[in-house]
T-cell receptor, first 106, second 111 residues
Framework: ELKVEQNPLFLSMQEGKNYTIYCNYS?????LYWYRQDPGKSLESLFV?????AVKQEGRLMASLDTKARLSTLHITAAVHDLSATYFC??????FGTGTRLTIIP | EAQVTQNPRYLITVTGKKLTVTCSQN?????MSWYRQDPGLGLRQIYY???????DKGDVPEGYKVSRKEKRNFPLILESPSPNQTSLYFC??????????FGPGTRLTVT
C-alpha cells in the first residue's frame, strides 16, 4: 500500500525564519509532487521532482528528492506571511498525506 | 486555457438519491483521480484511472463508482449517497511527465 507521510502536521513559525517540511513515502516512486492549498481553495502545483537528486526552487521555497531514502523536503527560507497555507506532497499516483498546515506569524 | 472542470460546484441532496459529479480535463492527460477532503484527514484518494477503461481503487472507494470511457472525462458516481459522504471532493489529472492539475472542488452535502 502506498503511503505518504508528512511532518510536521502543523507548523507555526515567525517571519524571517527558515524551516523544512519532510515527506516520506513507503514504496518506490520515481517522481514526487508538492502542492499548496489556501483555505477554501483548490490545490496549486508547486514542484514536480522527476529524478533522484532533483532540486527545484521558486522564490523562498526549495524542494528536493532523494529516491533512495524515499524522502522529499520542502525548505522555506526567510518565511513571509504570504507562505501561510497547507502544503501537500504526493507520489506518482497522486496519493497524498495529511498535509502540513503552515502558519507564519509576523 | 488548460484546466480541470468539475460540476456541480455545490450540491445538497438527500440520502439514497443517486448523483454524479462530472470531471473533465482539456490537457489530454492520461491519469485522473478523485479525492475527498475532510477536516483533519488530508486528501484521501477514492479512485484513480491510468487511462481509458483502466481504473483502480484508492484508499476510500466504498460507496463510490467511477468510469473512464473517454480520456477527458472521469465522472464520480454515488449510487446511494449517505450523510457520511458529505465532503469536499476534488478531481485531478496529470500527464506522463508534467505536474498535475486540480479541479475547483465540489462541496457535497447529504442530508
Amino acid at each position: 500500500e502506498l503511503k505518504v507521510e508528512q511532518n510536521p502536521l502543523f507548523l507555526s513559525m515567525q517571519e524571517g525564519k527558515n524551516y523544512t517540511i519532510y515527506c516520506n513515502y513507503s514504496t518506490t516512486s520515481d517522481r514526487l509532487y508538492w502542492y499548496r492549498q489556501d483555505p477554501g481553495k483548490s490545490l496549486e502545483s508547486l514542484f514536480v521532482l522527476l529524478s533522484n537528486g532533483a532540486v527545484k526552487q521558486e522564490g523562498r521555497l526549495m524542494a528536493s528528492l532523494d529516491t533512495k531514502a524515499r524522502l522529499s523536503t520542502l525548505h522555506i527560507t526567510a518565511a513571509v506571511h504570504d507562505l501561510s497555507a497547507t502544503y501537500f506532497c504526493g507520489n506518482e499516483k497522486l496519493t497524498f498525506g495529511t498535509g502540513t498546515r503552515l502558519t507564519i506569524i509576523p | 486555457e488548460a484546466q480541470v472542470t468539475q460540476n456541480p460546484r455545490y450540491l445538497i441532496t438527500v440520502t439514497g438519491k443517486k448523483l454524479t459529479v462530472t470531471c473533465s480535463q482539456n490537457m489530454n492527460h492520461e491519469y485522473m483521480s478523485w479525492y475527498r477532503q475532510d477536516p483533519g484527514l488530508g486528501l484521501r484518494q477514492i479512485y484513480y484511472s491510468m487511462n481509458v477503461e483502466v481504473t483502480d481503487k484508492g484508499d476510500v472507494p466504498e460507496g463510490y463508482k467511477v468510469s473512464r470511457k473517454e480520456k477527458r472525462n472521469f465522472p464520480l458516481i454515488l449510487e446511494s449517497p449517505s450523510p457520511n459522504q458529505t465532503s469536499l471532493y476534488f478531481c485531478a489529472s496529470r500527464g506522463l511527465a508534467g505536474g498535475g492539475e486540480f479541479g475547483p472542488g465540489t462541496r457535497l452535502t447529504v442530508t
